[in-house]
């Protein structure tokens, strides 16, 4: 059994901490009429639950302490479970890909996220909300309890390939996967190529046959996956260096 939607969880309760309860900017009930008709004519609220309040990924304790928070209440529930042969469930925390039809059923969120769309890839920052670079997303995604999650975690990044042309850029990546096993880090796996070009093997599949990404704990030729995925995968954050 696997956990989806950890930055989801944390970015919704740490915009609700901090917009309703500290701010008080917005008010409870206001919140689940806009979550209940999906933010509809509710624009400007949601930007403010998306701009307003700290986003998992960017190595900020007040709302990483919510996914480390939400990893363990899920794993040691799922623990206390046997199987039919008598053995103990073993919590994960990655999707495979199934954060993308699980989205389609899955109401609007506090974090600003409209119902129907993608949840959260695995361990990784909702897409777009890691704002300071992949040191800052792998410090945060170290906080969680990785041992717990017996069944093992999934980070992915993807960098554009310009970053990885010499010698500095492949340092650069190996130190980053250093400091992300030295903080306790399990799993990190990484798409090097730019969004264009994926774009253009949507457009034109039939020159990309040979294109392989890695998708969430496995790869997979790009131009056989579903649409949804495909642009799921196109949308995790693109970072143009190491900062």
Same mark, same amino acid.
């Given at each position: ?23 008080k900017t917005i008010n409870m009930e206001e919140l689940l009429i806009a979550l209940k008709e ?78 129907? !769309?993608? &949840?959260?890839?695995?361990? $990784? =920052?909702?897409?777009?909300? #890691?704002? +300071? %670079? ?18 093992? !975690?999934? &980070?992915?990044?993807?960098? $554009? =390939?310009?970053?990885?042309? #010499?010698? +500095? %850029? ?74």
């Amino acid at each position: 059994p696997q956990g989806v939607g950890v930055a989801d969880i944390a970015d919704s309760l740490a915009a609700i901490k901090k917009l309703v309860f500290e701010d008080k900017t917005i008010n409870m009930e206001e919140l689940l009429i806009a979550l209940k008709e999906n933010f509809e004519g509710r624009e400007e609220l949601r930007q403010r639950l998306i701009n307003g309040a700290p986003k998992y990924g960017n190595d900020d304790d007040y709302v990483d302490q919510f996914a480390r928070f939400a990893g363990r209440v899920y794993c040691e529930e799922v623990e206390k479970y046997k199987n039919p042969r008598g053995g103990v469930f073993q919590p994960g925390l990655y999707p495979v890909s199934a954060h993308v039809p699980l989205g389609r059923n899955t109401a609007a969120l506090p974090s600003g996220r409209k119902a129907m !769309t993608p &949840l959260a890839d695995g361990v $990784s =920052p909702t897409h777009g909300s #890691d704002k +300071k %670079g992949p040191t800052a997303v792998v410090k945060s995604v170290a906080k969680l309890d990785h041992m717990i999650a017996s069944n093992g !975690t999934l &980070l992915n990044q993807k960098f $554009s =390939p310009k970053i990885l042309e #010499d010698e +500095k %850029g492949l340092r650069s990546l190996a130190e980053l996967i250093k400091i992300y096993f030295s903080l306790g880090g399990k799993h990190i796996q990484f798409n090097v190529i730019d969004s264009q070009t994926l774009r253009e093997a949507q457009r034109n599949p039939e020159k990309y046959a040979n294109l392989v990404v890695r998708v969430a704990g496995y790869s997979a030729f790009f131009t056989q996956l579903h649409k949804d995925v495909q642009d799921d995968i196109i949308e995790r954050t693109e970072p143009v260096s190491y900062t």
